[in-house]
C-alpha cells in the first residue's frame, strides 16, 4: 500500500510516516518502479503499537528503544514492563505535586476574599499573589 493508504488506515498523517522512518521507528519501505513507497502489514502494525504506546504515555526514544529490542529478535516485554512501571513511579510523584498545589490555590482563593482590591498597590500587581 502506498503512504496515503496507510496513514488513512493508521490513523496518522503521511508527514508523521516519514518522520517515522526518519528516526528509526518505522523501517524505509520498498520502493515501486516509480519511486513510490510501498508498505505492508507489517507497518499498519507497528503503527497501531506507537499509537498505542503513545497512548500510555511512552515517548517516541523509549517506542524506539521497545522497536529496537523486537527488531533484534528480544522480546521487549520486560523493559516494556519496566518503562510503566517507572511511568506510573513519575505520575505518582506529579499528582502529589499536584494535590499540593491545589492546596496552595484553594488557600490563595481563599484569601482572596478577604482582600480589598482598593488596597492593592500598583508596584505588586495583584496583591492576591504574592
Given amino acids: 500500500m502506498r503512504i496515503g493508504e496507510l496513514a488513512e488506515q493508521a490513523g496518522i498523517s503521511t508527514?508523521?510516516?516519514?518522520?517515522?522512518?526518519?528516526?528509526?521507528i518505522l523501517s524505509a519501505p520498498a520502493r515501486t518502479d516509480v519511486g513510490y513507497r510501498a508498505y505492508d502489514q507489517a507497518a499498519l502494525g507497528r503503527l497501531s503499537f506507537v499509537r498505542a504506546a503513545q497512548a500510555v504515555g511512552l515517548t517516541l526514544g523509549e517506542i524506539r528503544q521497545i522497536i529496537a529490542f523486537r527488531d533484534d529478535g528480544q522480546a521487549p516485554c520486560a523493559h516494556?514492563?519496566?518503562?510503566?512501571?517507572?511511568?506510573?513511579?513519575?505520575?505518582?510523584?506529579?499528582?502529589?505535586?499536584?494535590?499540593?498545589?491545589?492546596?496552595?490555590?484553594?488557600?490563595?482563593?481563599?484569601?482572596?476574599?478577604?482582600?480589598?482590591?482598593?488596597?492593592?498597590?500598583?508596584?505588586?500587581v495583584c496583591h492576591i499573589i504574592t
Fill in 15 to 24: 508527514k508523521a510516516i516519514r518522520y517515522y522512518e526518519q528516526i528509526g
Fill in 80 to 124: 516494556v514492563t519496566d518503562l510503566l512501571q517507572r511511568h506510573a513511579a513519575d505520575l505518582d510523584v506529579r499528582i502529589r505535586e499536584l494535590q499540593q498545589l491545589r492546596g496552595e490555590l484553594r488557600q490563595l482563593a481563599e484569601r482572596a476574599t478577604t482582600l480589598d482590591p482598593e488596597h492593592c498597590p500598583p508596584e505588586r
